[in-house]
């Protein structure tokens, strides 16, 4: 019987998902344009890359406070916590490490320069007020930078009235409380959005080893804002200004007899962006400036033990050229500086690129790109995609053939060099002179689409990343190369089945093959994901639900237990301003590890209210 929670959900997702009747055909319209394959807006039925799209409906029906969850529910997507709410998480994109994925919002890069690898810092971002998210999967970011083996786009609220906004609270086990507050308009010359929300919990107790039970909680505030205006019909500015403080407590902090259970941690990141946008009848231009500032502190039984503090500098041309009807041009300029101020280090990286895309026949779709690297420390590199789609009219339906290759590279974070040269290295790591990583992967997909609304999907994906830098956990000597290729390839099967006007299935599944260097199972990445989902709506109530069921993985040679979980979550619409949501996460109360030495959530029910003036 230990599958039956899971064969009981399953049953009910054959029979129904996740639909909204009411938002249904405005939200096809909106997803039919995505920017997060090239940086420029596509029709999704043209792109020959794998990219996924969450929209707001989504992230309501579902309810989760934190971004991660919500990236949990799509293909290929896996994420670890190294303990409780806001402890350290890394995504791991088709099986790749979490440093190889680039996340933006509204444009921003949050990526942290400070960390041990330059990655985003995904335990501190809040799904409060995000309206979209665009997954492009793979190491197919040719426009973002050389290391963007994945790119998650995340686009903030928007209101169409000149004067709209909204307040909602919720309130759920371990003294959880979300308070969320936004307010945005628009008119013919000037858009805008704010939005601000706190977030609090007192934990549970991260750590196996932890004898004391005691909380590790987090508590995190986030303001965020965005102002358009229009200066001509062909000229447009933008700003976005962004802060973000997370609070907390975690386990398994320090090294042999300094080691603790009783440790905190402090983060603060600051974000601003600014950029003109020009627009012809054959071509838009556009340039941005962003920088990020983060300072970050650990303690360790109320002892600060450790500081740093870093920023992110960009500034970026991008350009769109339309040729004729059929062909254009996308090609750009950036120019980034990283920087961990805390230690006086720096670097700073250039890099320029092309892509032609156009349709050479009739709905056969191609592009070719190409992008060139000058890092300050390991000199230039030269990268390129090549992708093609091709789409076959079947009555009403569609069926469309796409494939897609990409190669690129990551060079070591300044953290790993001076980790290495620093007085807490030895050999081998301290005689080992780091280089670059590079990595290749390709795509062949078959997509299946009805005139319905029901939609069919398989890919098969095979990624190499040949050099890959490492830790070693052996003797803890410091960073290593890993001499040789390591592998990572698989299996998505993605469907969208639609019922009737209520109900509609919404289910992936990915079959997962990663192997080292050694030919062994590369850890954290477990072999088998699916996420089976379903909504039902009657008129003012709606009801989802989520299966996740995570099989065959090990942590550090560790096998860990499978494991499913069903969340259950329910909205009811009072009137045209007031909204009664709930949910229960890890509904069947299921005691599971994503991580060895870590502890998870239990049963977890939530509820709230949410207002709309």
């Known amino acids: 019987m230990k599958y039956h929670s899971l ?12 639909v909204f009747a009411d938002t249904q055909d405005d939200e096809n319209e909106i997803e039919k344009m995505v920017v997060v394959s090239s940086r420029v807006a596509m029709p999704l039925r043209q792109i020959a ?102 790119v998650v786009n995340v686009q903030s609220g928007n209101y169409s009235a000149p004067l ?18 936004d307010v945005g308009g628009t008119n013919e010359q000037f858009d805008y959005y704010l939005s601000a929300s706190d977030f609090k919990t007192d934990g549970f107790n991260s750590s196996v080893s932890d004898t004391s039970q005691d909380k590790d909680g987090y508590d995190n505030t ?38 603790s259970n009783n440790c905190a941690t402090a983060f603060e990141q600051s974000n601003i962006r600014a950029d003109i946008n020009y627009s012809s009848d054959s071509s838009e231009h556009g340039l941005a400036y962003a920088k990020t500032l983060i300072e970050r502190e650990n303690f360790n039984q109320g002892t600060s033990s450790f500081f740093t503090k870093g920023q992110l500098e960009r500034a970026e041309y991008l350009a769109k050229t339309e040729l004729n009807t059929s062909n254009r041009l996308v090609y750009g300029v950036d120019w980034e500086k990283e ?32 992008r060139h690297d000058d890092n300050e420390d390991f000199g230039e590199h030269t990268s390129f995609r090549l992708s093609a789609a091709y789409i076959w009219a079947l009555g009403e339906d569609e069926l469309k053939l796409r494939s897609a290759y990409g190669t690129g590279f990551r060079a070591p974070s300044l953290f790993e060099i001076e980790y290495n040269s620093g007085p807490f290295a030895y050999a081998p790591a301290s005689n080992t002179t780091l280089q670059e990583e590079k990595n290749k992967g390709y795509e062949l997909a078959a997509e299946y689409s009805t005139a319905e609304g029901s939609r069919f999907e398989i890919v098969y994906f095979d990624q190499k990343i040949d050099d890959s830098i490492f830790f070693d956990l052996a003797t803890f000597s410091g960073y290593l190369q890993d001499e040789g290729q390591s592998l990572s390839k698989g299996l998505e099967l993605i469907t969208e089945i639609k019922i009737s006007e209520q109900w509609l299935i919404n289910a ?14 590369r850890s954290r990445r477990p072999k088998h994901i699916a996420n089976i989902g379903f909504s039902y709506q009657l008129n003012a ?26 969340d259950l979550s329910a909205r009811y619409q009072v009137n045209k301003q007031l909204v009664v949501f709930a949910r229960i996460e890890n509904l069947l109360d299921r005691e599971y590890q994503d991580l060895a030495a870590f502890n998870t959530q239990a049963e977890a029910p939530h509820i709230g209210l949410k207002y709309h003036f």
């Open 7 to 18: 064969a009981v959900a399953i049953s009910c997702a054959i029979t129904a998902s996740t």
């Open 49 to 150: 890359t794998s990219v996924s799209v969450v929209s707001k409906e989504d992230i309501d029906a579902r309810g989760y406070a934190n971004l991660a969850e919500v990236l949990k529910t799509q293909p290929s997507i896996g994420v670890t916590n190294s303990g409780g709410i806001g402890s350290t998480a890394a995504l791991r994109v088709r099986g790749e490490e979490g440093y190889r994925t680039l996340v933006r919002i509204d444009g921003v890069d949050i990526s942290d320069p400070t960390g041990t690898q330059v990655q985003p810092l995904l335990a501190h971002i809040q799904s409060a007020n995000v309206s979209r998210v665009e997954i492009l999967r793979g190491s197919q970011g040719l426009m973002y930078g050389a290391d963007a083996g994945g």
């Open 164 to 181: 709209e906004g909204s307040i909602s609270g919720e309130l759920g086990r371990y003294s959880t409380r979300n308070l969320i507050a």
């Open 222 to 259: 986030t303001i965020h804002s965005r102002f358009g205006f229009v200066a001509t019909d062909e000229l447009k500015l933008g700003l976005v200004l962004r802060n973000s403080r997370g609070d907390g407590q975690f386990d398994n902090c320090g090294f042999g007899d300094t080691a």
């Open 339 to 370: 920087s961990i101020t805390s230690a006086e280090q720096s670097r700073i990286s250039q890099g320029y690129y092309l892509e032609y895309q156009g349709e050479l026949a009739h709905d056969f779709y191609f592009t070719a790109g190409v």
């Open 508 to 521: 992936n599944y990915t079959y997962n093959d990663t192997e080292d260097t050694e030919g062994e199972q």
């Open 541 to 566: 109530l709606s009801v989802s639900a989520n299966v996740r069921l995570v099989k065959d993985f090990t942590d550090n040679g560790v096998a860990l237990k499978d494991y499913e979980l069903f």
